[in-house]
């Protein structure tokens, strides 16, 4: 696709129950990110996949987060027994191999704002 | 410790003026990268402006320019001439080079208001 899509874009969930947030990035990009965005916040990292290596996963905030890339290009961000504190909006970004010369930025997904009741 | 950190929560400034976002980073490598990205209510994160570590000229885009002084360790965004469309919220981001992940680590954000 032209852009990095995320679905769903809205998720409300009850309390305790498991959510799957869906981020397709753009064909190519050989990166891929996951951020997490509270209301009027900063980007708080969770994951980071880079080709075959073995995954970022130093901002995972608790075992009850989860993501896995399949094929080396979607992948599912899994909340288990979601909380209150999980509301939030989760932007995913992919960016091509980085070069040496010149970096170049992430690009980012419209998010799925999750809203846990 | 903050890998980025961006002090003022708001600012205001006025249609056609310039203002300056300030940001400052810490690192230890010797090869990053320095982003700024601006997101509007909407929630899209549109970027800005990139300032690698090698480049020994201000990187600019238009009426945004990155004011980078690698000694202090500062990567401030200015926009020139203000326009009501450039209220946001900006984020400065880096981008390491020499740990072996390249994940962008971002700032708290600034919120920018453009006064008519």
Redesign the interface.
């Known amino acids: 696709g032209a852009g990095v899509s995320q679905s769903p874009s809205n998720k409300v969930t009850e309390k305790g129950k498991d959510v799957e947030l869906r981020c397709d990035p753009i064909s190519g990009h050989t990166?891929l990110?996951w951020?997490r965005q509270s209301l009027g916040?900063?980007?708080e990292?969770l994951i980071?996949f880079?080709g075959n290596s073995a995954p970022?996963k130093s901002?995972l905030p608790s075992d009850r987060f989860s993501a896995e890339r399949t094929g080396g290009s979607v992948s599912t961000l899994t909340i288990q027994r979601t909380q209150q504190e999980d509301s939030a909006?989760y932007?995913c970004?992919s960016s091509p191999k980085?070069r040496p010369?010149?970096?170049?930025?992430?690009?980012?997904g419209?998010?799925t704002r999750l809203t846990v009741v | 410790a903050q890998k980025i950190t961006q002090t003022q929560p708001g600012m205001f400034v006025q249609e056609k003026e310039a203002v300056t976002l300030d940001c400052t980073y810490d690192t230890s490598d010797q090869s990053y990268g320095l982003f700024w990205y601006k997101q509007p209510s909407s929630g899209e994160m549109i970027f800005l402006i990139y300032q690698g570590s090698y480049d020994e000229q201000n990187a600019t885009e238009g009426r945004y320019s990155l004011n980078f002084q690698k000694a202090r360790k500062s990567a401030n965004l200015v926009i020139s001439a203000s326009q009501l469309g450039d209220s946001a919220m900006y984020f400065c981001a880096m981008r390491e080079g020499g740990s072996g992940t390249y994940k962008y680590i971002f700032g708290t954000g600034t919120r920018l208001k453009v006064l008519a």
């Open positions: 990166a990110y951020y916040q900063g980007l990292f980071y880079q970022d901002g909006v932007l970004a980085k010369k010149r970096d170049t930025e992430a690009f980012f419209q998010g």
